[in-house]
């Protein structure tokens, strides 16, 4: 049984708990405002809002998800919004206006996306800029407007949604008429239903369902009792003695509004707002991205550089192995066939660390990298005491690079040491060509982003002119 | 005025086919396409499928009760495969059953066998092997090799462009129901109904009046669904027909993207002869358009290539020639621009060319030869209202081109990793369906006796605004308030035989059409009140919904005026027809006056590179376009922005790619990237140009469908430019798109295409 709250009114269902929420929405009740286009998660015209009661129970905090990715489970103890549930009767709200008087509306298809998208960033008091509303839209495509209208309309509804410089809250936002009143109670709604009963016999585990549901939606339909642990229970994000610790269920997101991370990783917005889409990073789990393996993982590639160790769960026992051993070969894991991730740790960079990320796509956001990499690096006295490079989509796994690791430690960093790293690195790499690009291509690439790394960490020590 | 339809969108609540609650009993569609690109003996063994549980019928081409051809300007293409497979994606069977869900799992049972045959995948095998949809087309003007010979400079090269996908977020569908006497009424998202309704009725073998197509609106088109509605359309009324329900058939994205056709991939090559004045004196070309595995639209595309072969040039030597050569790829099809942006990127690259050999700027190129009055375009048409020239100069007067161009220089002196790049690309686009029979098309008004008002026109609303621009026609006709007149359905039983919403010339035939409709009325409604009153005819007026006499308002609104004239047995309904005068053009001779008119524009468009990743932003676009005398800029406007973003996309990072034997690999939306809200630029501005209008244009607004998409154009050679700055070594490469790895391969050298 699947209890939630879908706009106004409570469901209880024993439909499918495998199909995507979006079906649901669309064919069992018949809401036809949220549209369906790519079924990956690659444009958002078929985001919903989930609200989610805080730990206090006070308060419901939205952000949005692609629901055509997103199993029916999930919803389970929260609010969905789609596009029927911000309608009031006879106006528009401020978004919607908003999109209308800058004709940022063609075709249509995509309009509902942008609305829930745009709302999304009236509902959340921390959102206060051009750039967190960019966030907001950012994985959602319109193939019609160019986008120069709709642009317009955000800045718009920015201007709209405060008072003097303060964002408004719930009470203002219903008094606006952003949303329809009925959000006020959701709170207390939500505090009714129990969570979901742990299904802890089966190995068969959903996360986010980010890469499964676009792999393979129909396989998952005809599969019995899968575990969907997102709607077990919160995810966690831990920082104790200078670790980070993950629940298995963790999403992008919690790494990213993580007020700690950020402090020791300033760039951490700039690294994972490269990473997929907003709505993407509020469902897809980062151990989710561990276990498909795939070779271009961005968050694979981020924690192979933390060396991260994760905790593998049996049914009989644990075992700890650190991210670097886990990838076998293309698509095969270390993981066994009744063995889960259960938990992630990463070292935080302490301040003697230096820390990149670098991804190349033919676009630069919401794309598959053809090229990504990460660099940690710990130097004490103009020399490298610690080094963890990854690199994506140069080989048949997310790659650690152990050689040029190895390599660089008890180094000084200079145009010589990086010169010696790109032999190595080039030893050790070996692209294919495929739709992201020809291996001669990776491989050049490969090497730019090793001195990018460089370039932008040690910028008075290494020249651009230099590398060349 | 705001897009009628808006209302609707924000609150989701606007009905595309997949939002139609269907009846209880509807059945649902997915169609088994082919997993190899070229094959015959082909044989499908069925039984699996049909004893799956929740299978109604599984159809094959034997089940066709008519023709089993879906071809337009040539009968070549089937709509289920019978003994021979042409394309991967090609469909072989369609599946009918309870549920979308089940027909998919039935489809998976259908086992095919069939032999394999070589494949041809690009233009040029499939000239080698003489493999053509249809002979050749040639235009040509003045002698080029006596041209040639006097050319101070002449210069050659190759140039691709790749296809690219349309990407309509709605994707292709269909929904058919049985009416009585074995009528079926189809719902589908198409752009042409009518092309619908004919092929249809031939794949049934039931007359065009057994079929009606209606269509409320389309999730997106760009010429995607001009052609390639249809055998969906024709899909599910063929199942309607065998099973007697209600079928629905909705493509999934990777159906949609595997078995549609594209933009047309050009490989062509260019001669250019210039004087010692930067005056071209000859251009000679040759264009081997990649058609696919059928012909579809692609003669007329062909030809659209040869009409835009010069641009916004005047050269008095030309001979160009097109060859639409059939590979195993999907049919590629209509995409706005339809051949002229595969053309326009030819002569701009040649003139790119020319300009790197002479090592100047390529704009005092484009400057010394754009068209002027009167000149003759090299398909013999006289250009008349010329507006090239006048772009040019407005957009200098604004944007200073020699300012833009030294602060790209500075940034460039300055600048290490990064460097910057910026391209003029003016426009020279002819608006009307070259095939002249087309630009007709037809309106039919209703007043009803309270006074409001319905109209139907040919015309498909697919986000282009049309329909809001039927509305403001009649409201500014009748000068009535907005709120009185509702648009119809498209729909082939009020307005017949229409002509696909296509061309950018929609709507300037339906709105002629319904301008004439209206006037007429408007016309017929002045004399009941000229009888009440017993005045002239000409000195009433319809003000804002009351009625003039003299200048001076009567106690008659226009609700009073509309019923009287009712009850005085006044028709209150009018059909009216426009055909587009004065176009003509004589096939036999590749000479005429084909367009009613041309659209103009100019734009500049800056780019910075990272000159160590490969990577690029466009920074700015500034754009002088010519709307004519825009009838409604917001409208007009999203246009101008839309089709730039996608031609800038089609020059950048949207990539199709089939590997050799025919499978499209970038078969998905996480491996097709078209431009989201980070990629566009971040300053773009668009200024109308001051024109006087053009009376073959509705109300003097030109059409602004396709021609603002070659603007993008200039995106390709912006960061051309930004490459030339940081490898002086590097020799232009006319090999589209541009994606970021081209640009990292150029940059240090190397070669890739």
Same mark, same amino acid.
């Given at each position: 049984?699947?209890?939630?709250?879908?706009?106004?009114?409570?469901?209880?269902?024993?439909?499918?708990?495998?199909?995507?929420?979006?079906?649901?929405?669309?064919?069992?009740?018949?809401?036809?405002?949220?549209?369906?286009?790519?079924?990956?998660?690659?444009?958002?015209?078929?985001?919903?809002?989930?609200?989610?009661?805080?730990?206090?129970?006070?308060?419901?905090?939205?952000?949005?998800?692609?629901?055509?990715?997103?199993?029916?489970?999930?919803?389970?103890?929260?609010?969905?919004?789609?596009?029927? +549930?911000?309608? $009031?009767?006879?106006?528009?709200?401020?978004?919607?206006?908003?999109?209308?008087?800058?004709?940022?509306?063609?075709?249509?298809?995509?309009?509902?996306?942008?609305?829930?998208?745009?709302?999304?960033?009236?509902?959340?008091?921390?959102?206060?800029? #051009?750039?967190?509303?960019?966030?907001?839209?950012?994985?959602?495509?319109?193939?019609?407007?160019?986008?120069?209208?709709?642009?317009?309309?955000?800045?718009?509804?920015?201007?709209?949604?405060?008072?003097? +410089?303060?964002?408004?809250?719930?009470?203002?936002?219903?008094? #606006?008429?952003?949303?329809?009143?009925?959000?006020?109670?959701?709170?207390?709604?939500?505090?009714?239903?129990?969570?979901?009963?742990?299904?802890?016999?089966?190995?068969?585990?959903?996360?986010?369902?980010?890469?499964?549901?676009?792999?393979?939606?129909?396989?998952?339909?005809?599969?019995?009792?899968?575990?969907?642990?997102?709607?077990?229970?919160?995810?966690?994000?831990?920082? $104790?003695?200078?670790?980070?610790?993950?629940?298995?269920?963790?999403? *992008?997101?919690?790494?990213?509004?993580?007020?700690?991370?950020?402090?020791?990783?300033?760039?951490?917005?700039?690294?994972?707002?490269?990473?997929?889409?907003?709505?993407?990073?509020?469902?897809?789990?980062?151990?989710?991205?561990?276990?498909?393996?795939?070779?271009?993982?961005?968050?694979?590639?981020?924690?192979?550089?933390?060396?991260?160790?994760?905790?593998? $769960?049996?049914?009989?026992?644990?075992?700890?192995?650190?991210?670097?051993?886990?990838?076998?070969?293309?698509?095969?894991?270390?993981?066994?066939?009744?063995?889960?991730?259960?938990?992630? *740790?990463?070292?935080?960079?302490?301040?003697?660390?230096?820390?990149?990320?670098?991804?190349?796509?033919?676009?630069?956001?919401?794309?598959?990298?053809? *090229?990504?990499?990460?660099?940690?690096?710990?130097?004490?006295?103009?020399?490298?005491?610690?080094?963890?490079?990854?690199?994506?989509?140069?080989?048949?796994?997310?790659?650690?690079?152990?050689?040029?690791?190895?390599?660089?430690?008890?180094?000084?960093?200079?145009?010589?040491?990086?010169?010696?790293?790109?032999?190595?690195?080039?030893? #050790?790499?070996?692209?294919?060509?495929? *739709?992201?690009?020809?291996?001669?291509?990776?491989?050049?690439?490969?090497?730019?982003?090793?001195?990018?790394?460089?370039?932008?960490?040690?910028?008075?020590?290494?020249?651009?002119?230099?590398?060349? | 005025?705001?897009?009628?339809?808006?209302?609707? &969108?924000?609150?989701?609540?606007?009905?595309?086919?997949?939002?139609?609650?269907?009846?209880?009993?509807?059945?649902?569609?997915?169609?088994?396409?082919?997993?190899?690109? &070229?094959?015959?003996?082909?044989?499908?063994?069925?039984?699996?499928?049909?004893?799956?549980?929740?299978?109604?019928?599984?159809?094959?081409?034997?089940?066709?009760?008519?023709?089993?051809?879906?071809?337009?300007?040539?009968?070549?293409?089937?709509?289920?495969?019978?003994?021979?497979?042409?394309?991967?994606?090609?469909?072989?069977?369609?599946?009918?059953?309870?549920?979308?869900?089940?027909?998919?799992?039935?489809?998976?049972?259908?086992?095919?066998?069939?032999?394999?045959?070589?494949?041809?995948?690009?233009?040029?095998?499939?000239?080698?092997?003489?493999?053509?949809?249809?002979?050749?087309?040639?235009?040509?003007?003045?002698?080029?090799?006596?041209?040639?010979?006097?050319?101070?400079?002449?210069?050659?090269?190759?140039?691709?462009?790749?296809?690219?996908?349309?990407?309509?977020?709605?994707?292709?569908?269909?929904?058919?129901?049985?009416?009585?006497?074995?009528?079926?009424?189809?719902?589908?998202?198409?752009?042409?109904?009518?092309?619908?309704?004919?092929?249809?009725?031939?794949?049934?073998?039931?007359?065009?009046?057994?079929?009606?197509?209606?269509?409320?609106?389309?999730?997106?088109?760009?010429?995607?669904?001009?052609?390639?509605?249809?055998?969906?359309?024709?899909?599910?009324?063929?199942?309607?027909?065998?099973?007697?329900?209600?079928?629905?058939?909705?493509?999934?994205?990777?159906?949609?993207?595997?078995?549609?056709?594209?933009?047309?991939?050009?490989?062509?090559?260019?001669?250019?002869?210039?004087?010692?004045?930067?005056?071209?004196?000859?251009?000679?070309?040759?264009?081997?358009?990649?058609?696919?595995?059928?012909?579809?639209?692609?003669?007329?595309?062909?030809?659209?290539?040869?009409?835009?072969?010069?641009?916004?040039?005047?050269?008095?030597?030309?001979?160009?020639?097109?060859?639409?050569?059939?590979?195993?790829?999907?049919?590629?099809?209509?995409?706005?621009?339809?051949?002229?942006?595969?053309?326009?990127?030819?002569?701009?690259?040649?003139?790119?060319?020319?300009?790197?050999?002479?090592?100047?700027?390529?704009?005092?190129?484009?400057?010394?030869?754009?068209?002027?009055?009167?000149?003759?375009?090299?398909?013999?048409?006289?250009?008349?209202?010329?507006?090239?020239?006048?772009?040019?100069?407005?957009?200098?007067?604004?944007?200073?081109?020699?300012?833009?161009?030294?602060?790209?220089?500075?940034?460039?002196?300055?600048?290490?990793?990064?460097?910057?790049?910026?391209?003029?690309?003016?426009?020279?686009?002819?608006?009307?369906?070259?095939?002249?029979?087309?630009?007709?098309?037809?309106?039919?008004?209703?007043?009803?006796?309270?006074?409001?008002?319905?109209?139907?026109?040919?015309?498909?609303?697919?986000?282009?605004?049309?329909?809001?621009?039927?509305?403001?026609?009649?409201?500014?006709?009748?000068?009535?308030?907005?709120?009185?007149?509702?648009?119809?359905?498209?729909?082939?039983?009020?307005?017949?035989?229409?002509?696909?919403?296509?061309?950018?010339?929609?709507?300037?035939?339906?709105?002629?059409?319904?301008?004439?409709?209206?006037?007429?009325?408007?016309?017929?409604?002045?004399?009941?009140?000229?009888?009440?009153?017993?005045?002239?005819?000409?000195?009433?007026?319809?003000?804002?919904?009351?009625?003039?006499?003299?200048?001076?308002?009567?106690?008659?609104?226009?609700?009073?005026?509309?019923?009287?004239?009712?009850?005085?047995?006044?028709?209150?309904?009018?059909?009216? &027809?426009?055909?587009?005068?004065?176009?003509?053009?004589?096939?036999?001779?590749?000479?005429?006056?084909?367009?009613?008119? &041309?659209?103009?524009?100019?734009?500049?468009?800056?780019?910075?590179?990272?000159?160590?990743?490969?990577?690029?932003?466009?920074?700015?676009?500034?754009?002088?376009?010519?709307?004519?005398?825009?009838?409604?800029?917001?409208?007009?406007?999203?246009?101008?922005?839309?089709?730039?973003?996608?031609?800038?996309?089609?020059?950048?990072?949207?990539?199709?790619?089939?590997?050799?034997?025919?499978?499209?690999?970038?078969?998905?939306?996480?491996?097709?990237?078209?431009?989201?809200?980070?990629?566009?630029?971040?300053?773009?501005?668009?200024?109308?140009?001051?024109?006087?209008?053009?009376?073959?244009?509705?109300?003097?607004?030109?059409?602004?469908?396709?021609?603002?998409?070659?603007?993008?154009?200039?995106?390709?050679?912006?960061?051309?430019?930004?490459?030339?700055?940081?490898?002086?070594?590097?020799?232009?490469?006319?090999?589209?798109?541009?994606?970021?790895?081209?640009?990292?391969?150029?940059?240090?050298?190397?070669?890739?295409?």
């Amino acid at each position: 049984m699947i209890e939630f709250i879908l706009n106004n009114k409570i469901i209880k269902t024993d439909a499918n708990e495998s199909i995507t929420l979006v079906d649901f929405i669309r064919d069992d009740k018949g809401l036809k405002g949220t549209k369906i286009v790519c079924r990956e998660g690659d444009c958002a015209a078929c985001s919903v809002l989930v609200g989610e009661l805080d730990v206090s129970h006070n308060s419901v905090k939205y952000h949005t998800i692609t629901s055509c990715i997103s199993p029916l489970a999930n919803a389970h103890g929260k609010h969905i919004v789609t596009i029927e +549930g911000l309608n $009031q009767n006879h106006i528009l709200t401020p978004v919607q206006n908003s999109i209308k008087n800058n004709n940022a509306t063609q075709c249509g298809f995509c309009t509902p996306g942008f609305v829930i998208a745009m709302t999304n960033y009236c509902l959340n008091p921390s959102l206060n800029s #051009e750039e967190q509303m960019l966030d907001c839209i950012g994985g959602n495509i319109c193939r019609c407007t160019g986008y120069v209208s709709l642009v317009k309309a955000a800045k718009d509804i920015i201007s709209q949604t405060q008072n003097k +410089g303060e964002k408004y809250q719930l009470q203002e936002l219903i008094s #606006e008429g952003f949303i329809p009143e009925y959000f006020a109670g959701m709170a207390l709604k939500l505090a009714t239903i129990e969570p979901k009963i742990p299904n802890n016999h089966s190995s068969n585990i959903i996360a986010g369902g980010t890469d499964l549901y676009v792999q393979k939606a129909d396989e998952l339909l005809l599969r019995n009792h899968a575990r969907f642990i997102h709607s077990e229970s919160k995810s966690s994000v831990k920082i $104790q003695n200078g670790k980070c610790i993950l629940s298995a269920n963790a999403t *992008v997101s919690d790494l990213f509004h993580n007020p700690e991370l950020i402090r020791s990783i300033p760039e951490l917005h700039d690294f994972l707002r490269l990473v997929s889409s907003e709505p993407i990073r509020n469902m897809a789990a980062i151990a989710g991205n561990f276990v498909n393996a795939s070779p271009i993982a961005d968050m694979s590639i981020f924690c192979l550089a933390l060396d991260a160790e994760l905790t593998l $769960q049996s049914s009989k026992n644990s075992r700890k192995i650190r991210l670097k051993d886990f990838f076998l070969d293309y698509k095969k894991t270390a993981l066994q066939k009744d063995e889960h991730i259960s938990q992630i *740790v990463f070292n935080i960079p302490n301040k003697s660390a230096y820390f990149n990320f670098e991804k190349i796509s033919k676009r630069r956001n919401l794309d598959i990298a053809t *090229v990504n990499s990460a660099i940690y690096l710990e130097i004490k006295n103009d020399t490298v005491l610690k080094a963890n490079i990854a690199i994506g989509g140069v080989a048949p796994i997310p790659m650690y690079l152990t050689k040029c690791s190895e390599f660089l430690i008890n180094k000084e960093i200079n145009l010589g040491t990086l010169k010696q790293l790109l032999e190595i690195l080039n030893q #050790e790499i070996s692209p294919i060509s495929d *739709v992201r690009g020809t291996a001669d291509y990776k491989k050049l690439l490969a090497n730019q982003i090793i001195k990018q790394h460089f370039l932008k960490l040690f910028p008075d020590s290494i020249k651009f002119e230099e590398v060349l | 005025m705001k897009n009628i339809d808006s209302n609707g &969108h924000v609150r989701g609540e606007s009905l595309f086919i997949d939002d139609i609650i269907t009846k209880s009993n509807t059945l649902h569609a997915a169609v088994l396409s082919s997993v190899v690109a &070229h094959a015959n003996q082909l044989q499908l063994d069925i039984s699996g499928a049909l004893s799956f549980p929740g299978v109604e019928a599984v159809i094959l081409a034997k089940d066709i009760p008519g023709e089993n051809q879906i071809g337009g300007i040539i009968f070549d293409e089937p709509l289920l495969a019978e003994d021979e497979i042409h394309f991967q994606g090609q469909p072989l069977a369609i599946v009918v059953a309870e549920s979308n869900f089940i027909a998919r799992q039935a489809r998976k049972l259908i086992k095919v066998t069939c032999n394999q045959l070589p494949v041809i995948t690009t233009a040029k095998q499939a000239k080698q092997q003489g493999g053509f949809i249809n002979p050749p087309r040639s235009f040509g003007m003045g002698d080029v090799e006596k041209a040639f010979a006097e050319c101070d400079y002449v210069f050659e090269d190759e140039v691709f462009s790749n296809g690219q996908e349309h990407l309509y977020l709605e994707t292709q569908g269909a929904y058919a129901e049985r009416m009585e006497n074995g009528c079926i009424k189809l719902m589908s998202s198409t752009q042409g109904p009518t092309v619908v309704q004919r092929i249809t009725a031939r794949v049934l073998g039931v007359s065009m009046n057994k079929i009606e197509v209606d269509v409320t609106r389309l999730g997106g088109g760009f010429g995607g669904k001009e052609d390639q509605a249809t055998p969906w359309a024709c899909m599910v009324a063929l199942a309607t027909h065998l099973t007697q329900k209600p079928v629905k058939l909705i493509l999934d994205r990777h159906d949609d993207l595997k078995m549609t056709g594209k933009r047309h991939p050009y490989e062509s090559s260019f001669k250019i002869g210039l004087d010692k004045n930067l005056k071209i004196k000859a251009f000679q070309a040759e264009f081997l358009q990649n058609s696919g595995a059928a012909a579809d639209l692609s003669p007329a595309i062909a030809e659209r290539t040869l009409f835009h072969a010069t641009n916004s040039y005047f050269i008095p030597n030309v001979k160009t020639v097109v060859h639409s050569c059939k590979t195993n790829l999907p049919p590629n099809t209509a995409f706005r621009g339809f051949g002229g942006p595969q053309g326009k990127f030819v002569i701009e690259s040649a003139i790119v060319k020319a300009a790197e050999q002479l090592n100047i700027p390529a704009w005092k190129i484009q400057k010394a030869n754009l068209l002027q009055e009167n000149d003759e375009l090299y398909y013999g048409q006289i250009a008349e209202n010329v507006e090239a020239q006048n772009c040019w100069s407005q957009f200098d007067k604004t944007f200073k081109i020699n300012k833009i161009q030294k602060e790209i220089d500075s940034f460039n002196d300055t600048n290490k990793q990064f460097k910057k790049g910026m391209a003029l690309m003016p426009i020279c686009f002819g608006i009307s369906f070259t095939n002249t029979p087309m630009n007709h098309a037809r309106a039919l008004v209703h007043i009803y006796q309270d006074g409001s008002v319905g109209i139907s026109t040919g015309a498909v609303e697919m986000g282009q605004g049309v329909n809001t621009k039927m509305l403001q026609i009649a409201a500014q006709t009748f000068s009535i308030p907005e709120q009185l007149i509702k648009l119809e359905t498209t729909n082939t039983t009020r307005v017949a035989n229409t002509s696909p919403s296509a061309a950018s010339s929609t709507a300037d035939l339906n709105g002629k059409a319904l301008l004439k409709a209206c006037q007429s009325l408007l016309e017929r409604l002045k004399h009941v009140v000229a009888d009440e009153f017993s005045v002239g005819v000409d000195l009433i007026e319809i003000n804002n919904g009351r009625v003039f006499i003299q200048q001076k308002e009567t106690d008659w609104d226009w609700n009073k005026l509309v019923f009287e004239a009712f009850w005085k047995r006044v028709c209150l309904t009018e059909n009216a &027809h426009y055909a587009t005068p004065k176009i003509q053009f004589d096939k036999t001779k590749e000479k005429g006056h084909p367009f009613a008119y &041309h659209v103009y524009g100019l734009a500049a468009i800056t780019t910075t590179v990272d000159c160590l990743l490969g990577t690029y932003e466009i920074d700015r676009v500034k754009i002088v376009h010519d709307f004519g005398q825009s009838m409604n800029p917001g409208v007009d406007m999203g246009q101008v922005e839309g089709a730039l973003a996608q031609g800038i996309g089609w020059m950048t990072m949207e990539e199709i790619a089939y590997n050799n034997d025919g499978k499209l690999l970038s078969n998905a939306l996480s491996t097709y990237k078209i431009p989201d809200v980070f990629s566009i630029a971040k300053d773009i501005q668009i200024e109308s140009l001051k024109t006087e209008g053009n009376d073959m244009a509705i109300l003097k607004s030109k059409a602004v469908g396709e021609p603002p998409l070659m603007y993008g154009i200039g995106a390709y050679f912006a960061i051309n430019n930004a490459i030339k700055a940081f490898n002086p070594q590097y020799q232009c490469q006319f090999h589209a798109p541009m994606t970021p790895e081209k640009v990292l391969m150029r940059l240090y050298g190397k070669n890739s295409s």
